[in-house]
């Protein structure tokens, strides 16, 4: 019904930057709000930024003033631009969109399949 396509992964070393994409398709009357999760090794997935579609951001204490999420609202695409990246930022990085499907309007979460994300120190 829904899919979420993730790209921009991949090995960088530590204090280098990465953009993320996430590109939603499918049934979609419209999107309520789009965000990124990581999860590392062996831990729980667990939030990184989030945005809703009129622009409210919400940002994990780790990422502030490092990350930045943003949104292309005609293209149901939403970026993380990651900066300063360092080994701890590890992980496979996750798309979740909040999303109304036409044409019942029924609400349903989605995720991505994921892009891995590596530090180097």
């Known amino acids: 019904q829904v899919q979420l396509v993730e790209s921009g992964g991949g090995l960088v070393q530590a204090g280098g930057s990465l953009r993320l994409s996430c590109a939603a398709s499918?049934?979609?009357?419209?999107?309520?709000?789009m965000g990124w999760y990581l999860q590392a090794a062996g831990k729980q997935r667990e939030l990184v930024a989030v945005?809703?579609?009129?622009?409210?951001?919400t940002y994990a204490g780790s990422v502030k003033g490092r990350f930045t999420i943003s949104r292309d609202n005609a293209k149901n695409t939403v970026f993380l631009q990651m900066n300063s990246l360092k080994p701890e930022d590890t992980a496979v990085y996750y798309c979740?969109?909040?999303?109304?499907?036409?044409?019942?309007?029924?609400?349903?979460?989605?995720w991505g399949q994921g892009t891995l994300v590596t530090v180097s120190s």
């Open positions: 979740k969109g909040s999303v109304i499907l036409t044409p019942l309007g029924l609400s349903l979460e989605v």
């Open positions: 499918g049934r979609i009357l419209r999107i309520n709000s």
């Open positions: 945005t809703t579609m009129n622009g409210i951001t």
